[in-house]
């Protein structure tokens, strides 16, 4: 039993912690450039920036299906003409960690468009909810520069709830979603103070669970048909702030 559990916590430290490029989130290697995926139009009218951890640069999913990029697509649809995002995103990020590595990216471009989902690792890693309220503003008050100084273009969506993925079977699920929560209501708090927009997606998390389709293979992230319910939650309200 000990042994099965310290194989179980060493998996899901790695689940939250490796990322796409083989480094660990606390490295210098962390903090390179932005993972960007190529606009589908060299002409786009809005230019979009997604920043965050592993549930934006979606781990174990195709690119394709990484919630911004399906965002995206939607808003196309829609004939809102949205440029596949930049990503600046890593898996066990947490947010003092993306914001190292958005200054190492010494990224000066403005976006019309930017969104931030960042906090499941400060939870996950025990870090106390002020730590991340005077974390997560700092983060908020760079996402608004890139954004043009514009608030209102700026879209923040809450925590995912890791304890519903079959990963975290035989797990303190109840723990997990309450922390979750204090999390989520401290981002809330301070976008309300900030002007921006937040959107909530943990019901959708919560939803998933015991449907396997919603989830990666590694039994931990999401798949790309359950991003694709973040990208629909978001998308009448990106439009109504694109259209402003």
């Known amino acids: 039993m000990l042994f099965q559990f310290i194989t179980q916590f060493v998996a899901l430290t790695l689940m939250f912690a490796c990322t796409q490029l083989s480094t660990t989130p606390t490295t210098p290697a962390a903090a390179t450039s932005p993972i960007v995926t190529t606009p589908i139009t060299t002409t786009a009218t809005y230019s979009f920036l997604s920043l965050g951890d592993s549930y934006t640069i979606g781990e174990s999913v195709d690119a394709d299906d990484r919630w911004s990029v399906q965002l995206a697509g939607m808003l196309r649809q829609d004939n809102i003409n949205v440029a596949n995002p930049d990503i600046i995103a890593r ?5 003092a960690e993306l914001q190292d590595a958005i200054k190492a990216t010494n990224n000066t471009k403005t976006y019309e468009l930017v969104s931030l989902l960042i906090g499941v690792n400060n939870q996950y890693r025990g870090q106390s909810v002020d730590r991340y309220r005077t974390e997560f503003r700092n983060l908020l008050q760079t996402a608004i520069r890139f954004a ?7 879209v923040v969506l809450s925590i995912p709830d890791w304890g519903k993925s079959p990963y975290a079977n035989g797990r303190n699920q109840e723990q997990v979603a309450n922390e979750i929560d204090a999390f989520n209501t401290t981002a ?8 921006i927009t937040f959107i909530d997606i943990t019901p959708l998390t919560r939803q998933a669970a015991g449907d396997a389709s ?9 798949s790309g048909r359950q991003m694709k319910q973040w990208a629909e939650k978001a998308r009448p309200t990106v439009e109504a702030l694109l259209k402003r």
Do not use: I, M, S
């Open 91 to 95: 898996t066990g990020w947490t947010t």
């Open 148 to 154: 043009g100084n514009r608030p209102a273009r700026v």
């Open 188 to 195: 809330q708090e301070e976008c309300d103070k900030a002007g």
């Open 214 to 222: 919603q989830f990666a293979n590694d039994g931990l992230h999401y």
